[in-house]
């Protein structure tokens, strides 16, 4: 049985309806939520707001679906899945303007923007939602460069709980647009974003592979080369992958020069070339859109766990040599460690709400397997956080698989949260959009 939702034009998936099962579902997170309303328009998105708000039922909100914590389904709530609007269009040729709808993807917007020669940098998996990642940061293959996906967010369309449709950006509404830039979905459902996009060519990437007996030497080298490196170089190390060898696995450094001359490319990676014994090097001049990949969607009874954290300067050789010891030992999770700096450090600590921007690295460690499997490591991964954490800072949203206070107070720091406890009990005094790394209003 569909529910009545007054106005609202969009289908609605209830349980026994075709195609349930999968619009229930996140792509990392099982749900059984009572209704899953599909907006066709904006004026939809606030007869599914106020539907929610009046049904009293939990609401998620579901942008690409790739939320780690399962943000994008519930059980027995109602779900607004925004996949239906998801427009791209070059609004200001001259400015490099694109509007995006709120339910894009990021492999719909690069192919989009590509015959303009236009980019923005974003993350590096097509099928992750431009919400979710905006509004909680962006890392990607330009971000030394070009700095968060949300850096280049000019203004956003969003439905408030009242079911109001407000503008958010420097001009108006401007304590809104703050907190819409590191605060998540916390405040409304954005069905329009703004980007300056910016003008982009081929990009050399690819990966250079090292043993896993020169990990901690080639970690730190290549940590240490970050700081001269030209901010058109990005890259992420990743280690002790099981389906690689786990403890036995190579190293691999993806890097992006974002430009296409070869020399200057040459000039800005043989640096880390030279750290060690090369076992495989693929780095090639590669369209941008083609450098995202496709996410993984687990088994069904796979579980991933994911954490994050930053790391500043000082604390940069420790936790390195921590991180190699640990990745080079049996059970090891997963391991990544993005650089940030760059453009990311340029913009002053309180001009959005994300919080760390001082940061030299942020790294993850997941853990894949059946709940069983999973469950059996927890304490060999809080031990490693033990270890971690007298060197590292907060944690960064979009990797992380819980959303307890303690997650919560990590991505935002005190001063951080107070002010966007004021902009949520201005626009969502109930807390309706509390499926979250959840700020509560003031």
């Known amino acids: 049985m569909s529910a009545v939702v007054e106005g609202f034009g969009g289908a609605i998936v209830a349980p026994g309806d075709e195609g349930y099962d999968v619009a229930a579902r996140t792509v990392l997170v099982g749900g059984s939520p009572a209704y899953v309303l599909r907006p066709a328009s904006?004026?939809?998105?606030q007869h599914a707001v106020r539907y929610a708000a009046a049904s009293g039922l939990p609401l998620a909100v579901r942008g690409g679906g790739h939320s780690f914590p399962g943000f994008g389904t519930n059980d027995g709530g109602v779900v607004i899945d925004l996949g239906d609007l998801a427009g791209i269009e070059v609004v200001d040729k001259d400015k490099h303007l694109v509007r995006i709808g709120g339910g894009a993807t990021w492999g719909q917007v690069a192919p989009a923007l590509a015959p303009h020669g236009l980019a923005i940098s974003s993350g590096d998996t097509r099928s992750v939602g431009v919400g979710g990642l905006t509004l909680s940061g962006g890392m990607g293959w330009k971000v030394r460069k070009y700095g968060l996906a949300m850096d280049s967010l000019v203004a956003a369309e969003l439905v408030t709980a009242a079911g109001d449709?407000?503008?958010?950006?420097?001009?108006?509404?401007?304590?809104?647009?703050?907190?819409?830039?590191?605060?998540g979905g916390n405040f409304g459902i954005v069905t329009a974003f703004e980007f300056a996009a910016h003008p982009t060519t081929d990009i050399y990437f690819g990966k250079v592979v090292f043993p896993a007996s020169e990990i901690a030497e080639v970690l730190q080298g290549w940590a240490d080369y970050q700081r001269s490196a030209p901010a058109e170089l990005s890259s992420i190390a990743s280690f002790a992958n099981p389906f690689l060898g786990?403890?036995?696995a190579p190293l691999e450094i993806q890097l992006a020069y974002d430009g296409d001359d070869a020399e200057l490319a040459a000039r800005a990676i043989d640096p880390i070339r030279a750290l060690g014994t090369v076992l495989a090097d693929?780095?090639?001049l590669t369209p941008y859109a083609e450098v995202l990949v496709d996410g993984a969607v687990p088994p069904p009874g796979i579980q991933l766990v994911t954490r994050s954290a930053f790391v500043d300067k000082d604390s940069v050789p420790e936790v390195l040599r921590i991180l190699a010891e640990t990745g080079t030992s049996e059970g090891s999770p997963i391991i990544a460690v993005r650089t940030v700096g760059g453009a990311v450090a340029q913009i002053a600590d309180d001009a959005t709400a994300y919080a760390h921007r001082q940061a030299e690295l942020m790294f993850s460690t997941t853990t894949i397997g059946p709940p069983p499997v999973v469950e059996a490591t927890r304490p060999a991964r809080q031990q490693l956080w033990d270890r971690l954490a007298p060197n590292t800072?907060?944690?960064y949203a979009n990797f992380l698989s819980?959303?307890?206070?303690?997650?919560?107070?990590?991505?935002?720091p005190a001063t951080?949260?107070?002010?966007?406890?004021?902009v949520k009990g201005e626009y969502d005094p109930a807390?309706?959009?509390?499926?979250?790394h959840n700020v509560r209003p003031a």
């Open 42 to 45: 904006v004026e939809d998105v």
């Open 165 to 183: 449709v407000v503008r958010a950006s420097a001009d108006e509404n401007a304590e809104l647009f703050w907190a819409l830039r590191g605060g």
């Open 246 to 248: 786990g403890p036995e």
């Open 282 to 284: 693929d780095i090639a």
């Open 393 to 395: 800072t907060g944690a």
């Open 402 to 412: 819980t959303a307890d206070d303690a997650d919560v107070a990590a991505v935002y």
């Open 416 to 422: 951080t949260y107070e002010r966007l406890a004021a």
């Open 431 to 436: 807390n309706l959009f509390a499926g979250n």
